[in-house]
Antibody
Framework: EVQLVDSGGGLVQPGRSLRLSCAAS????????MHWVRQAPGKGLEWVSG????????GYADSVKGRFTISRDNAKNSLYLQMNGLRAEDTALYYC??????????????WGQGTMVTVSS | DIVMTQSPDSLAVSLGERATINCKSS????????????LAWYQQKPGQPPKLLIY???TRESGVPDRFSGSGSGTDFTLTISSLQAEDVAVYYC?????????FGPGTKVDVK
C-alpha cells in the first residue's frame, strides 16, 4: 500500500525550531519529487516547499524562504522539513505529498494525513 | 508569482445535476514545447487530506469517477461534475505547477441543494 506518514508537529514558541518528517512506503521513493503543503485552520492549501527526486532542485514559498529547509534521505525513504524562526502565521496542518514525477513542477498524487504545527507563546 | 482565482466561492447543486467550477490563472500555464497545461484539480472532504482528481488540466487520475472532467487551456479552466452525488460534497481546489512557487486557488465549496 502506498503510504506517507507525517510526524514531528507540536506546540512551539515563536522564534523556535521544529523538524517535520515524512516516512514513505509502497512506492520507489527516489523516482519522485516530494513536497510539503500546509493548511491553516479553516483556510485553503498553501504549497510550502518541494524537492526533486535526488535533492538537486528545491523550491520554496516566499513566506518561508530563508527560514525553512527541505531535504530527503532516499536510503531511508524519508522527507524532512527543518523549520526555523517559526512565527504565529506558520500555524497549520502540514501535509507531506508525493509528486507525480521526478521534478518539482508537478501535481501531488499521494498525501499524508498531516501533522499539526502550532506556534504560540 | 502566478495567482490562481476560482469562481464561485461556493455553490449548491441538486443531486444528479451538473456542477461547474471555474479557475483562472494570472499567467499562461500552457507550456508550448509539449502543449500541456500545468494545471491540477483536487477534492478535499472535511477532516481528510486533498485528493488529486485531474492533472494536465484534463487527464483524470486513476480511480476517479468519469463524472469528473477538466477542460480549458492557457489561463481559463473548468472542473465539471456531470451528475452530482452526495459523496461529492467537498471543497475543490485548482493548482498550477507551471512555475514555482506552486500555487493553489482559494477553493470552491460544493454542497447539495
Amino acid at each position: 500500500e502506498v503510504q506517507l506518514v507525517d510526524s514531528g508537529g507540536g506546540l512551539v514558541q515563536p522564534g523556535r525550531s521544529l523538524r517535520l518528517s515524512c516516512a514513505a512506503s509502497g512506492f520507489t521513493f527516489d523516482d519522485y519529487a516530494m513536497h510539503w503543503v500546509r493548511q491553516a485552520p479553516g483556510k485553503g492549501l498553501e504549497w510550502v516547499s518541494g524537492i526533486s527526486w535526488n535533492g538537486g532542485s528545491t523550491g520554496y514559498a516566499d513566506s518561508v524562504k530563508g527560514r525553512f529547509t527541505i531535504s530527503r534521505d532516499n536510503a531511508k525513504n524519508s522527507l524532512y522539513l527543518q523549520m526555523n524562526g517559526l512565527r504565529a502565521e506558520d500555524t497549520a496542518l502540514y501535509y507531506c505529498a508525493k509528486g507525480k514525477d521526478i521534478v518539482v513542477k508537478n501535481g501531488f498524487d499521494i498525501w499524508g494525513q498531516g501533522t499539526m504545527v502550532t506556534v504560540s507563546s | 508569482d502566478i495567482v490562481m482565482t476560482q469562481s464561485p466561492d461556493s455553490l449548491a447543486v441538486s443531486l444528479g445535476e451538473r456542477a461547474t467550477i471555474n479557475c483562472k490563472s494570472s499567467q499562461n500555464v500552457l507550456y508550448s514545447s509539449n502543449n500541456k497545461n500545468y494545471l491540477a484539480w483536487y477534492q478535499q472532504k472535511p477532516g481528510q487530506p486533498p485528493k488529486l482528481l485531474i492533472y494536465w488540466a484534463s487527464t483524470r487520475e486513476s480511480g476517479v469517477p468519469d463524472r469528473f472532467s477538466g477542460s480549458g487551456s492557457g489561463t481559463d479552466f473548468t472542473l465539471t461534475i456531470s451528475s452530482l452525488q452526495a459523496e461529492d460534497v467537498a471543497v475543490y481546489y485548482c493548482q498550477q505547477y507551471y512555475d514555482t512557487p506552486l500555487t493553489f486557488g482559494p477553493g470552491t465549496k460544493v454542497d447539495v441543494k
